[in-house]
């Protein structure tokens, strides 16, 4: 299914409200049962506002005598995201004002967006830029600025409970694969799994969205939701040939958090970790950020670097990075990694002890003193009726698995009660 | 009265319900006041249930033309604890299946129980079993199994309070003396002399008993005493030649913890240290168990090692466990060094403050500003009527006493009351 | 201002109770308004007792032949402070057990008080000592002890709330200098502005009194305040050419902790910190006391030193301790340094945000993102409606100043309201 997601929707011009955005989250809907939030253009979302549809039916540069260099036709990420139109004939100086490239990759047309603070801009490889010698340059930037509608796709997978916990993942970034069709993709099979499956306790859903103020939109229109939602996960950048890197939220004491570290580092020895804002920064501050606080991590493949401004991957925000540098093993093992952590969550309950004090082993059939010595004084001294499962794996460092088997063991053995 | 204890009854066949240690426990109730608590065999004790009264009259291996090669009648250690009888001939493979020897100490008989998972079976030298070279043997176990009774010796020094504190060793272990006739004699030596002071301000219990059974035994049977329990120390094998090892509660922040750390470090500040279920295990983890929750610690003179099941000291479940390796004067230092501890526990108390700011110290008699400036800069700014005096002395790092003595001038000078 | 104060008055005969106090207090409440309060001769204040006054009208030494080798009237120091009086004749053994020098400097005369173990001596140059090899002295103490009163000066700057914060300096120490005429010259200084400013949001009390006894006093008289008393700093030795030593209160978690820590830090990177009653004794005790607890810290400028009774700074407690070595550009900076604190504490609110999740910044024309990005997303993630702007700049590492300039935006933009 990720290859499907990734081949059909890669190369579409996916900006924030776009036609080219829209075919990408109808596309996706036709895979899972996914209902589209619409918010039109002009729509207040907290302090955010969704901006106009852009439509740009060409962006090329000409020389005077009428032979195209280039032109958005080949790649969208000739034109400026949001470029204001154009049209005339530029002296050098003008365009390269205008005209984006990437000197230290010169063979990489650069994505620049101009959501808010508007300009026309064009963009190219800095290797042609570079042969520019002449005087005069014709610019055609044909774009338009309409009403229209943001869109949201969300799955839900409904509960037993109605708390939830969300994925994300950014669906905007026109020809762009690891930035983010990795996290949708990763999202997409993860639920696609979990639809299959039998009910689960909690519920869960995954947002489908254009980067921050998708997740504004959704929130703010959903705010009675809130309140239930006891974690978040935000997936992105899944097929780098790099280790996890898990981004803490800022509640790093939740139990969502305390989850995606233990299973994390139990599935990839290699990942790092460090405190919320210090990854990489997405969607993840709209869902923790003031008067929502929802403890959402970020569970990338991005490189550790001194400055968080410095690229994640190589290939970042360039039109390098296409399907072709895609780690599909890698994109694989982290849609294992987050179904594990959702299998986790579901395991996460309070143990409470229904015996008191040392147990007598040999009493119970499903308890084998000699193998299962170790987890049972690792665990039974820590139920308190307050400590999680994850807690409880936390404190004793045993395998999350081996916590929650012990815990079903003593339930069997009508030891505990799961609160 | 230590030495006395062990001499009498250390060498009696003290399984866990036997006449042997019947024999101990009454021989003990001679010496101090003492309640036998008795639980029948079948007892349901929390998780547990009380085993069968074991009879062992003799088990001996025999060479076919009759000759003893070794007999219970010489150690009751020959015979493995719990036995299944058995009686016949036997190829010398199936004896060695059966035949329980220490390979890395050749001259000791080991120590084999098999309470639970019954089996016939026999121990012995080890160079006795390296010159067994014939190919049949008789074996001769002559052992039975009755109902009986558990029994739990409990000696009750009642003071004004009901809340009380446990002190506990186990006497169970045929034939051996640091494991734990060390643990009772320091008991019974501490209680003697309990007794015979002025009533203590809390209520103290000693409880002597066969291991892990009977604590589960008695405390179920006396469960309404729980949520009095303040605190508990269990006594271990004290006559090693070893320092002191201090095992914490699995509440480590509790008034018991706290005191019983601050006096042994004055005591011997050769000590060390380490949390629940990392020194040595024994009743207390029953007592720290779920739904029952008393912070009780374990003191004892056991090595600390690598692996927790590495023995504890050199003689460690043998038949070299004798009076004859016993340190006495390490018994009489850890018997003193438990009454420092109730006497630590009888001091502390929350002294709330009668007076205002800084103290006008030539105003009162009992206060030599010269020679207190240093314990009084340490104590008075930590009156808040909150922290107890283990918990100022821990703050302060100053010697337990010297905090006590300080806060009965204050009490005597009326500047403080104790709650 | 605090040229003239300690020109005016440092010279002046300041014991506790005494007209040299007086005259000094007097001046000062010529300078700002100022209440005096008076504790006549015997007031309990707590547990202490206000003592006489205590009138020196001469104490010499003389030889026998009536030649006069030092006078109380050529410097108060040659008293101890709070002598008995007494004339006659005296022996060199006798006398040297009433002569007190300073051996380590030889040209300085001691600073000696007896206010409570009463006797008479006198204070000289130990290389004055050197030279009397008389077998016989006459000794001449005119002193004496009448009723009198205890003055505490106190400047209010009345603020909008009662809750209020103090700074305390003493005004005693016959004829020295740093100790602490430069406290209170600060003081002074501070409340000056203060008073010259607009009405500032907290009520300020600037409290001049002398030593322990002073506090006691005005303490006792003002219980009713105490609730409303925030927090403390008490000024002393400032015009030292060491750099500021910071000493936490009893309760170094407080507001007013963290507000002096930040403070001081950032005006001057070489201060040094140290906890409650590690860097220098005074007034602070009584404050932090128990029943009191007022977070009451201490800004000096003594020298860290291993042992506390070390001398703080080189002429500390010595006829050498004159305006000649002060260094009145530090003066300065402290009672800079000092303004700046209470500005800190007159910012110090609990934003509480008015919105949701990340901020638009594009649509707030105060809000630059270029330039505040890294200020905003350190803030606003902090914005939970229990930290201050404190705990915001402590827990961020961010210069106060940067905090506090960023909520004054975001409340511009109505996007917190200050609690």
Redesign the interface.
Known sequence: MMKNIIDSIWALPRDLVSDGYDQAIDALSDMLPMRIHEYPTGTEC????VPEKWTCRDARLETMDGKTLFSYKDNPLHAVSYSLPYSGEVDRETLFQHLHTRPDMPEAIPFIFKY??RDWGLCCRHSLKQTLTDDTYRVVIDTEFTQGALKVGEVVVKGKKQDCYIFCAHLCHPAQTNDDMAGVAVGMDVFRRLLEGPQPEYTYRLVILPE?IG??AW??HNESLIPHIKGGLFLEMLGTPHPHALQRS?TPDSQMDTICRLITREADPKMWEDD??KVILNDE?????????VPMLSLSRVLQRDDLYDPPYSEYHTSLDTPDVLDWDNLNRSSRLVSRIIEAIEANRIPV?L??????C???KSIDYASMFHVM?AV??R??GEKSIADIARESGLPYDDVVAFIEILKKEK?VRLA
Chains 1, 2, 3 share one sequence.
């Open positions: 907290f302090t955010w506002i808010y603070k921050t997740s504004a929130l703010s800022n919320f804002m501050r709209m869902f923790n950020g003031p008067g929502i606080n002890p015996f008191k004090g040392e147990l007598f040999s009493r119970f004084n039974i001294y139920l308190d030891l």
